[in-house]
C-alpha cells in the first residue's frame, strides 16, 4: 500500500478539520459556494462526485498514466 493509502483515514480527518476551520475563518466564500445549487443539487459537489466517478466508469487505469 502507498503512504496515501496507508494513512486515508488520516488524511480524511484532515480534510475535515481544514473544511470546518475554513468554514469558521472565511464564512462568506464558503457561503456563496454553498449557494451554487440548481434543482437543490450544490454544483461543485455534483462536479466534485462526477470527477470521482467518471474515471471508474471509463476504468481508467492509474498505474500506467506515469508511462
Known sequence: MSVFERYLTVWVFLCIVVGIA??????????????MEVAKVNLP???????????????????????
Do not use: E, N, S
Open 45 to 67: 459537489v455534483g462536479l466534485l462526485i462526477w470527477v470521482m466517478i467518471i474515471p471508474m466508469l471509463l476504468k481508467v487505469d492509474f498505474g500506467v498514466l506515469h508511462r
Open 22 to 35: 475554513l468554514g469558521q475563518l472565511l464564512p462568506g466564500p464558503v457561503q456563496a459556494i454553498g449557494r
